[in-house]
């Protein structure tokens, strides 16, 4: 399991397939994690475990598709996590998407629809699947990756900034749970947000050498931020907004 921070834990990530979820991936096996991965689209998941596998020396790096849309589905994972490796303890929710419009009025409720099921849906049943388990945790966390723009929405952006507001809430108020599971010694385990303006990512930066991406966090960044939330006691991290771009 390796000799770093994070060694014997181990660690979900939905959405592992996409290039923060390669870099999230990497990282958290790089310290020492145990890393099961899950993504709608097997072909980038396997390239993405693949990698991380690889990159971190033969670390535990595993993945399978699971319909996080479908909360049946989403629990078995949730179950299965734990009977093959005898833990669960964190889940780094990486499901992303985007939608927008020129004007507030040319929105399209199409795009709510759409967001509200890869945003928000698959925080509630990542959330409800994984409770349990990460409070059976003596590190549990659930972490988040959130936009600035759910604080600051712009008028194009009502949907995408509605669906990640609400994924927010949701997310504080599984810190609110863990609160009270611990008592008056406080919580165990935790539930963060990390708050991004945008991500950019080595692809992005080759295809636009001229851009400057004022404010985007890089995905090794990200990853770095996020094998982080295990280094604060839970306390500290519970229910916190965690920027990594300047506050709106």
Do not use: C
């Not at 689209?41 to 319909?67: I, N, S």
């Not at 992005?204 to 295990?230: C, H, Q, S, Y």
């Amino acid at each position: 399991m390796g000799n770093g921070a994070l060694s014997g834990a181990v660690i979900a990530v939905a959405g592992a397939g996409g290039p923060a979820g390669r870099a999230a991936l990497l990282r958290l096996a790089e310290a020492g994690a145990v890393v099961v991965g899950a993504d709608n689209d097997p072909e980038r998941l396997a390239e993405a475990v693949d990698a991380a596998r690889y990159g971190a020396g033969g670390a535990t790096v595993t993945g399978e598709p699971v319909d996080l849309l479908d909360l049946n589905s989403t629990r078995d994972w949730a179950r299965r996590v734990e009977k093959d490796f005898g833990r669960i303890d964190g889940v780094v929710h990486l499901v992303g998407g985007w939608r927008g419009s020129e004007t507030f009025i040319k929105t399209s409720l199409d795009d709510w629809d759409f967001l509200e099921l890869l945003l928000v849906k698959t925080v509630q049943h990542t959330s409800l699947a994984f409770f349990e388990g990460l409070q059976r945790s003596e590190i549990g966390r659930y972490v988040l990756i959130s936009a600035a723009g759910a604080s600051n929405p712009s008028a194009g952006n009502a949907a995408y900034a509605a669906a990640k507001a609400a994924a927010e809430a949701w997310t504080l108020a599984l810190a609110d749970a863990f609160r009270k599971a611990g008592g008056a010694a406080g919580p165990t385990s935790a539930a963060a947000i990390l708050v991004v303006k945008a991500l950019v990512h080595e692809a992005m930066r080759a295809d636009r050498p001229n851009a400057k991406f004022a404010g985007f966090t890089d995905v090794k960044d990200l990853a770095e931020a996020i094998a982080g939330v295990w280094e604060k006691p839970a306390p500290e991290v519970n229910g916190q907004r965690l920027w990594l771009t300047e506050k709106p």
